[in-house]
C-alpha cells in the first residue's frame, strides 16, 4: 500500500466533524443499517466504499449508492487487507470506518452448538477487531480528523434469553470499543471511536445465516418481526449515527425505551457493591 503523505499530529480541535471531502469504508453495507449509513454518508459528500460478503446485493447496493463495492468476509484478515489496499489505490486516505457487518442467531443457549458461536463471534467481534487493526494505522497516516463507529448492539449493555452468542460478541464490541477509546485520548490521536446501540431495527439481520458458509441461502427463512415492539426503520438509524460521528460521540444509542433496563442492570451490580461495602476484610 502506498498511503498518502502522513499528515500533521495535532488533534483536530473540538467541534463538528468536517465531512468535506472524507472517504468512508462501511462494512456490511450491502443492505440493512450499513447501507442506509452509506446512503446518509453520501448525502454528505463523502465517498464510499461498502464491503459485504454477499456479492448479488453487494453490486446492487453500490450501483444505487454510487459507490465502489468490494466483497468482502469480514471473519478474513487476508480480506481486510485486501479491501484496504482497494480503498488506498483509489483515494488515498480513509477518514470513517463503520465496522457494521453482523449476525445473528437467537434461540436457547442449549441450541447453540459450538460452531454457532465461533460463527457470530467471528463476525460480530473478530470482524470489529479486523477492521480496526488494519484500518485504524492507516487513518492515523492518512486523515487529519478519523472516525470508526463499530456496531453493537442494546444487547451489547443488557443480555436477555436466547441471546447468549449474539450478547457475547455485542458485549465485546462495547468493551473493545471503550478500551480503544481510552487509549487513543491518551496519545492524542487524531481518530476517534464510537460504538452504535440499537435495538429493533427493519433489517434482515434475522436471515442472517443465508451468507453462513455451507448454509443453501434458499433454506433460511425470513423472519417477522414481534407484535408490539418498537421498530425504527435503518434510515432512521443512519440519521442518528452520522449525527453522532459529526459530534465524535462514544455511545450511540438509538431507542429512548431500552433505557430502563440499562438502569436496571446498573442498579443490580451496584446493589452487589452495597452487599460487600463493611464486609471486605481490613487492609
Do not use: C
Request: aromatic share 4%; proline share 5%; hydrophobic share 45%.
Amino acid at each position: 500500500m502506498s498511503p498518502a503523505s502522513p499528515v500533521g499530529s495535532a488533534r483536530p480541535a473540538s467541534g463538528d466533524f468536517d465531512f468535506t471531502g472524507k472517504v468512508a469504508v462501511v462494512t456490511g453495507g450491502a443492505s440493512g443499517i450499513g447501507y442506509a449509513i452509506a446512503h446518509a454518508l453520501r448525502a454528505e459528500g463523502v465517498a464510499v466504499v461498502i464491503a459485504d460478503v454477499e456479492r448479488s446485493s453487494l453490486e446492487r447496493a453500490a450501483a444505487e449508492l454510487g459507490a465502489t463495492g468490494v466483497v468482502t468476509d469480514v471473519t478474513s484478515r487476508a480480506d481486510i487487507e485486501a479491501l484496504a489496499a482497494e480503498v488506498i489505490r483509489q483515494h488515498g486516505r480513509i477518514d470513517i470506518l463503520v465496522n457494521n457487518a453482523g449476525v445473528a442467531k437467537v434461540v436457547p443457549f442449549d441450541e447453540l452448538s459450538l460452531d454457532d458461536f465461533a460463527w457470530i463471534i467471528g463476525v460480530n467481534l473478530w470482524g470489529v477487531i479486523n477492521g480496526t487493526k488494519i484500518f485504524l494505522p492507516l487513518m492515523e497516516e492518512t486523515s487529519e480528523d478519523g472516525y470508526i463507529l463499530n456496531t453493537a448492539s442494546i444487547a451489547g449493555l443488557v443480555a436477555g434469553p436466547g441471546l447468549a452468542a449474539y450478547a457475547t460478541s455485542k458485549y465485546g464490541v462495547v468493551a473493545f470499543t471503550e478500551a480503544v477509546s481510552q487509549e487513543l485520548a491518551q496519545r492524542g490521536a487524531r481518530v476517534s471511536v464510537g460504538v452504535l446501540m440499537p435495538a429493533m431495527v427493519r433489517t434482515r439481520i434475522a436471515s442472517s445465516a443465508r451468507n453462513r458458509p455451507g448454509v443453501d441461502p434458499a433454506s433460511v427463512p425470513e423472519h417477522d418481526i414481534p407484535a408490539g415492539v418498537h421498530v425504527l426503520e435503518a434510515e432512521d438509524v443512519a440519521a442518528i449515527a452520522v449525527e453522532a460521528i459529526g459530534r465524535r460521540d462514544l455511545y450511540v444509542l438509538t431507542h429512548p425505551e431500552t433505557r430502563e433496563g440499562v438502569r436496571r442492570r446498573h442498579a443490580r451490580i451496584d446493589a452487589a457493591f452495597d452487599a460487600i461495602v463493611g464486609s471486605a476484610p481490613a487492609e
